[in-house]
């Protein structure tokens, strides 16, 4: 199955950035406000509730990192071709350069956002710097800028790398690798889900100055998936432990050096082992989640969403959705329980996804652990009011006796 990442196209109005609430960046030689290359704060593809893993939107001190390109060299050179700079991306992407930023930090201010060293859009007899450059032609109005940004940047313990092209002065459209943070060869190893970014990535095209400044659409590039677990049957259920272990995928790569459009993403043979914790009643006074029995007219009790932030929310675990197996190898959920006045019984295994469960990218689902008679029914159901997008819940059940 072909997994689809859709990233959003997208420009909005002119609002000129350099001067945020908390700096002011030194603006170079010459030029209107208007002359200066700008960005909003990016908006993201889907609006969801906020959680401390999954984004609404950015947030002021946030960073994204940019690329952006304009001007091709001449073939076979490493002349730039000012003559061509008008050409779409399409055409010129293979000879460009990215020369107008590379790897370029922007940070969320309090209205817009900023960045060291502005840059100008070109006018004719004057450069990117602002200073005179005869070269650049009398159509510099109508030269064409292509932009690639991912969130979030890090200089220290990056997990996004740039892989081509090596230098500002390399020509080609990029290819990125997201790496996630977790490491680990230990199915034992505890994993925290926290440290996991919401990765997200975003692109411009063809752009021109009369178009103002840039505001990037974000998609998110994970799956977010969270847990519950229900009872539905006629007596207590007390839930001392919930984890997911397995093998994970570690990296996805990002590949616009072909056609210069997204046509090529892979998942590279990296993984870490470990154990998410879902609940644990250790770190809860040993207290488990009780679920009584459900009252007349009521189907089920439940835990809620697990696991649970910091402020007592659920929250959800992000993980790369790849090719089968989809979220990696081996990949269970293991319960302890005690159900009525049965013994406990501890470290259930064998609670995996259905072989129907295709996760997508940028989509949040629930894992419904519902206990029905004596048995565990796993359900994979789309957050239909929290979707990143669209997205499609399995119709496939999975029983355990």
Same mark, same amino acid.
């Given at each position: 199955?072909? #997994?689809?990442?859709?990233?959003?196209?997208?420009?909005?109005?002119?609002?000129?950035?350099?001067?945020?609430?908390?700096?002011?960046?030194?603006?170079?030689?010459?030029?209107?406000?208007?002359?200066?290359?700008?960005?909003? %704060?990016?908006?993201?593809?889907?609006?969801?509730?906020?959680?401390?893993?999954?984004?609404?939107?950015?947030?002021?001190?946030?960073?994204?990192?940019?690329?952006?390109?304009?001007?091709?060299?001449?073939?076979?050179?490493?002349?730039?071709?000012?003559?061509?700079?008008?050409?779409?991306?399409?055409?010129?992407?293979?000879?460009?350069?990215?020369?107008?930023?590379?790897?370029?930090?922007?940070?969320?201010?309090?209205?817009?956002?900023?960045?060291?060293?502005?840059?100008?859009?070109?006018?004719?007899?004057?450069?990117?710097?602002? #200073?005179?450059?005869?070269?650049?032609?009398?159509?510099?109005?109508?030269?064409?800028?292509?932009?690639?940004?991912?969130?979030?940047?890090?200089?220290?313990?990056?997990?996004?790398?740039?892989?081509?092209?090596?230098?500002?002065?390399?020509?080609?459209?990029?290819?990125?690798?997201?790496?996630?943070?977790?490491?680990?060869?230990?199915?034992?190893?505890?994993?925290?889900?926290?440290?996991?970014?919401?990765?997200?990535?975003?692109?411009?095209?063809?752009?021109?100055?009369?178009?103002?400044?840039?505001?990037?659409?974000?998609?998110?590039?994970?799956?977010?998936?969270?847990?519950?677990?229900?009872?539905?049957?006629?007596?207590?259920?007390?839930?001392?432990?919930?984890?997911?272990?397995?093998?994970?995928?570690?990296?996805?790569?990002?590949?616009?050096? #072909?056609?210069?459009?997204?046509?090529?993403?892979?998942?590279?043979?990296?993984?870490?082992?470990?154990?998410?914790?879902?609940?644990?009643?250790?770190?809860?006074?040993?207290?488990?989640?009780?679920?009584?029995?459900?009252?007349?007219?009521?189907?089920?009790? %439940? %835990?809620?969403?697990?696991?649970?932030?910091?402020?007592?929310?659920?929250?959800?675990?992000?993980?790369?959705?790849?090719?089968?197996?989809?979220?990696?190898?081996?990949?269970?959920?293991?319960?302890?329980?005690?159900?009525?006045?049965?013994?406990?019984?501890?470290?259930?295994?064998?609670?995996?996804?259905?072989?129907?469960?295709?996760?997508?990218?940028?989509?949040?689902?629930?894992?419904?652990?519902?206990?029905?008679?004596?048995?565990?029914?796993?359900?994979?159901?789309?957050?239909?009011?929290?979707?990143?997008?669209?997205?499609?819940?399995?119709?496939?059940?999975?029983?355990?006796?």
């Amino acid at each position: 199955m072909k #997994k689809i990442y859709r990233l959003s196209f997208g420009v909005c109005g002119i609002v000129f950035l350099i001067l945020t609430g908390c700096r002011q960046e030194t603006l170079p030689i010459s030029g209107g406000q208007e002359d200066y290359i700008s960005f909003k %704060t990016p908006v993201l593809d889907v609006q969801t509730d906020t959680r401390s893993t999954t984004k609404n939107a950015l947030e002021v001190g946030d960073q994204f990192g940019v690329l952006g390109y304009c001007v091709p060299y001449l073939l076979g050179t490493t002349n730039l071709n000012y003559n061509s700079a008008t050409s779409f991306w399409g055409i010129k992407y293979y000879l460009c350069p990215p020369s107008v930023f590379y790897n370029t930090p922007v940070t969320i201010g309090d209205d817009n956002c900023f960045y060291d060293s502005p840059k100008m859009w070109y006018r004719e007899g004057y450069g990117l710097d602002g #200073k005179p450059n005869p070269t650049v032609g009398a159509d510099a109005e109508q030269y064409r800028y292509t932009f690639f940004a991912y969130y979030p940047y890090k200089e220290t313990d990056p997990v996004f790398t740039l892989d081509t092209p090596e230098d500002a002065s390399v020509a080609g459209a990029p290819k990125f690798t997201f790496t996630m943070p977790q490491e680990g060869d230990n199915i034992e190893k505890e994993l925290d889900y926290t440290n996991t970014p919401d990765a997200m990535f975003g692109v411009l095209q063809n752009q021109q100055k009369s178009q103002g400044s840039l505001t990037f659409t974000f998609s998110h590039l994970l799956t977010a998936l969270g847990f519950e677990v229900n009872n539905f049957s006629e007596r207590e259920l007390k839930i001392h432990r919930v984890a997911l272990k397995g093998t994970f995928h570690k990296q996805i790569t990002l590949d616009f050096s #072909k056609t210069g459009s997204l046509d090529n993403v892979t998942f590279p043979e990296t993984t870490y082992t470990g154990t998410y914790i879902l609940y644990d009643e250790k770190d809860h006074n040993n207290e488990p989640l009780s679920l009584s029995v459900p009252q007349e007219g009521v189907d089920r009790t %439940t %835990t809620g969403l697990l696991p649970k932030g910091d402020t007592g929310e659920g929250e959800h675990i992000l993980l790369i959705s790849g090719e089968n197996p989809y979220l990696g190898t081996n990949v269970r959920v293991y319960i302890d329980y005690t159900f009525g006045d049965d013994p406990k019984v501890t470290d259930r295994e064998g609670i995996g996804s259905p072989m129907t469960f295709h996760p997508t990218p940028g989509t949040k689902y629930t894992a419904q652990l519902n206990f029905v008679g004596n048995a565990f029914v796993l359900q994979f159901i789309v957050d239909k009011n929290e979707m990143w997008e669209d997205g499609k819940s399995d119709d496939s059940d999975i029983i355990f006796e």
